[in-house]
């Protein structure tokens, strides 16, 4: 789950990592009253939304007066903004934050996250803060410092010391930087978070360090420790389908393909969508409906399925254990009979009462089309989704 940049900075701030004063504005007039309360020489009115390269695409701007900081607010709110990370069509920017201006000296890159390699929490420093990661680790690799973190011991200070003077800190910055450093540990690690990222981290004039951006993503299968981080989503930034699916417990994520999968288990899900691009089509989602769907699940899975307007077949591809076949074909059947399917369904089954299971498709007076295997499958519906793309 991932949170908004005021989000984020209200929790970092509680675990003593310093960021500048702001306040979150949803019009024009609370944009205006927000600059006039924070008394800085300079705010910045910033969009809210959960993607980097806002400033590029014109969402974030300087303001020396509460009415130009109003102004600005007006002409943000309501803009579609289209960076590399929202893809073409963009986000609807609905919520801003005014913050005070700082007199920035240096910026640095900051981040945490989970290296799945070691199974370790992993920081990750550079001095080149302000650009993205991916671009520096492209063009200068050897710029990103990379420090692991043994989970049972947490992050000592001669770690925090190592990556500040790696960072080019030194004197009372170093110093400054050790219990910043430790604090943003703690947040990651209390809040079950996958991702904290500070890009950028500045040091101002007077010799702080200070967190200008902040971005944090969270584990979802922590979530039912963290009540209060639950409240934070923000459905506006979810696309509908995956918003859907998730009120009945299906992992779906919507992609760009023709053909949709319906498949129980994350690795079979992963296999289904390569299969089907081997074949020459192409993945219009990953859905996992889990092990133990119900009739009534996977129903409301066919449904969201269906609701993709670029879907031109759909490849059910089940592996019947705990789901047993003839559970599935049941809720398939109702879901087409409710929902009038006119495109191709096929379904390729396995495991416990397939032949029960494919007798009640048969007998269903639909035009379902059975698979001999998963590569036969993904040949047929292929095809029936009109080839390759």
Request: charged fraction near 25%; hydrophobic fraction near 45%.
């Amino acid at each position: 789950m991932k949170i908004h940049e005021y989000q984020a900075k209200a929790i970092l701030a509680r675990y003593g990592v310093t960021t500048p004063r702001g306040e979150v504005a949803f019009t024009k007039e609370e944009a205006r009253e927000a600059a006039q309360r924070l008394k800085s020489p300079v705010v910045v009115v910033k969009a809210q939304i959960h993607a980097g390269g806002r400033g590029k695409a014109g969402g974030v701007k300087l303001a020396r007066s509460a009415d130009e900081a109003a102004e600005h607010a007006s002409n943000i709110l309501g803009m579609t903004l289209v960076t590399p990370q929202t893809g073409p069509q963009g986000r609807v920017v609905r919520r801003l934050l005014v913050e005070e201006g700082l007199d920035i000296k240096r910026e640095l890159y900051l981040g945490l996250l989970v290296d799945r390699e070691t199974g370790r929490p992993v920081f990750m420093a550079s001095a080149s803060g302000g650009m993205e990661i991916e671009e520096v680790a492209k063009t200068n690799p050897g710029a990103i410092l990379r420090e692991p973190i043994h989970p049972a011991v947490g992050l000592q200070p001669y770690q925090a010391r190592k990556i500040a003077f790696g960072l080019g800190l030194s004197g009372e910055l170093a110093a400054v930087a050790t219990p910043f450093l430790q604090a943003l540990y703690r947040a990651f690690l209390d809040t079950d978070a996958s991702l904290v990222e500070i890009n950028p981290c500045v040091v101002t004039g007077d010799g702080k360090l200070v967190a200008l951006d902040a971005k944090m993503t969270f584990d979802d299968n922590g979530l039912f420790r963290h009540k209060d981080l639950r409240e934070l989503r923000d459905l506006d930034e979810e696309d509908p389908l995956e918003v859907e699916a998730s009120k009945y417990g299906l992992n779906y994520i919507k992609l760009d393909g023709t053909v949709a999968c319906m498949v129980n288990g994350a690795g079979l899900a992963m296999a289904t969508m390569d299969i089907i691009k081997y074949a020459g089509g192409s993945p219009a989602n990953f859905l996992d409906v889990g092990g133990g769907a119900s009739a009534e699940q996977v129903k409301n899975a066919f449904r969201i399925l269906l609701s993709d307007p670029e879907v031109r077949a759909v490849f059910i591809n089940i592996f019947g254990g705990i789901l047993r076949c003839d559970v599935l074909a049941t809720g398939v059947v109702a879901a087409a009979k409710d929902l009038q399917v006119k495109i191709p369904v096929v379904v390729r089954m396995e495991g416990t009462n397939v032949e029960r299971g494919q007798q009640i498709l048969r007998e269903s007076g639909l035009n379902f089309t059975i698979a001999d295997g998963m590569k036969d499958g993904a040949q047929k519906v292929v095809a029936l989704a009109g080839g390759a793309r």
